[in-house]
């Protein structure tokens, strides 16, 4: 495997880590009681859509995209 295979995928992967744990939050931050009942609805929900945006661009993004704008 070359390395610009690589460093895609090393990008990609770094997406879907950031964006599953951004989601998995929203998640929690809406289901778990403890966080329930001190996190608005809206909160938990808009979290959980950034994460869920997170994953689709790293998932559908074009590798140009990846290269410009992801800095790691």
Not at 18 to 34: D, E, K, R, S, Y
Not at 40 to 64: E, N, Q, T, W, Y
């Amino acid at each position: 495997m070359d390395e610009a295979l690589r460093a895609e995928r090393r990008r990609r992967h770094r997406l879907y880590v950031i964006g599953m744990a951004v989601a998995i939050a929203g998640i929690i931050m809406g289901t778990m009681p403890l966080f329930a009942e001190h996190t608005p609805i809206h909160v938990s929900k808009g979290c959980a859509a950034v994460g869920a945006l997170i994953l689709a661009i790293g998932r559908f993004a074009p590798d140009h995209f990846l290269r410009r704008w992801w800095i790691f």
